[in-house]
């Protein structure tokens, strides 16, 4: 029988994560070049790593929700949670973490035009 110890789970958490944020790093620097938040690669990372803790928060953990939560964070803050729109989207108990997102979106779109 094969017995995984929590040590090795531990590392295989840490090295998906690591990848995770690689491949944000890269999708925003892409996307929103120009922004504060892309110019220097460690604030990047930092910026990544209190935006998947933040999303978390709120409950949304699914790597497809975190990263638009972090595409989110970008076009309007890593507070993005203090606005008043977002956070009453992010609090609505009644929502999953895709709902919240999906939410967020529709939203932003309705804003935008």
Known sequence: MLVIR???MRILRQARLQRFEDEMAAHLTKG???????????????????GVRL?????????????RFLEF???YGADL????????????PTLSASGK??????YSLFVRS
Do not use: C
């Not at 938040?37 to 209190?50: H, K, T």
């Not at 999303?55 to 975190?66: K, M, S, W």
């Not at 997102?101 to 529709?106: G, K, N």
């Open 6 to 8: 929590d040590e090795q």
């Open 32 to 50: 929103f070049r120009g922004r504060p938040v892309v110019e220097d690669i460690n604030r990047l990372r930092l910026f990544i790593q209190e």
């Open 101 to 106: 997102m999906d939410r967020l979106d529709a």
């Open 81 to 92: 949670d203090t606005i008043p729109w977002i956070a009453k989207i992010l609090s609505d």
């Open 73 to 75: 964070s970008a076009e």
């Open 55 to 67: 999303a978390g928060e709120h409950g949304i953990v699914i790597q497809y929700d975190v990263r």
